[in-house]
């Protein structure tokens, strides 16, 4: 186990269409938390899982976004009805504790034409 | 989670210590302070953390002031792959245990 991954890289959608992104965690790592990042800033919380519980969603996760933790293992992210303005990176971290370092994986590039 | 003010980009030689300035003057009794880096087109990396004392680890040190209000991450001797951004961050361990992100410090290490 290398790290976090996520799958895929890269999406290019049309609007309107839906997308589905994948987060496989370390392993070991209870809590998995998902994030956004569009160009020049720095990364903004979307939510957040301690094994199979959704325990906290910023107001950034809109009605037509959605996320699962199935099993307490991967995740996934799903946004429905792209809009332009969903374009972005999203990444994927994990960690053991509430106090330790989080792992990031390289995220999604997700663009929306 | 307190809010950090930090230098939007510095240039260093590489070589030297790379000393990147983090001002907390809100931070609270029981906020660790965090660093992180982003290098170009990857996720965001843990480096370093700390409560009170000053910290060291394979990467970098982190030297806290004895009121909190501000640290400092050092990079002993920079490279040009230490090029990034380099955020720091303050959480509270129950602070739902989210990392809130500010834009961070641009830092480009020439040779």
């Known amino acids: 186990d290398t790290g976090v991954s996520q799958d895929p890289r890269h999406k290019i959608t049309k609007r309107g269409q839906n997308v589905t992104f994948r987060c496989d965690p370390i392993?070991?790592?209870?809590?998995l938390y998902w994030y956004r990042q569009t160009l020049g800033q720095g990364p903004e919380f979307l939510t957040y899982f301690q094994n199979e519980a959704q325990l906290e969603k910023s107001r950034l996760l809109s009605d037509r976004f959605s996320a699962e933790r199935p099993k307490g293992s991967f995740s996934t992210l799903e946004i429905q009805r792209t809009e332009q303005g969903d374009s972005a990176m999203y990444l994927c971290a994990s960690s053991l504790g509430g106090g330790d370092g989080y792992t990031f994986g390289s995220g999604t590039r997700l663009t929306v034409v | 989670d307190a809010k950090t003010t930090q230098p939007t980009s510095m240039d260093c030689a590489e070589g030297r210590a790379a000393n990147l300035p983090c001002n907390h003057s809100t931070i609270s009794g029981n906020e660790y302070v965090y660093w992180y880096r982003q290098i170009h087109s990857q996720g965001p990396q843990y480096i370093i953390h700390g409560l009170k004392n000053n910290e060291t680890n394979e990467m970098a040190s982190l030297i806290i002031t004895e009121d909190r209000k501000s640290s400092t991450l050092i990079l002993p001797h920079a490279t040009l792959r230490d090029t990034a951004v380099y955020y720091c961050i303050v959480r509270a361990e129950a602070a739902g245990n989210k990392l809130t992100f500010g834009g961070g410090t641009r830092v480009l290490v020439k040779p």
């Open positions: 392993s070991e790592h209870n809590r």
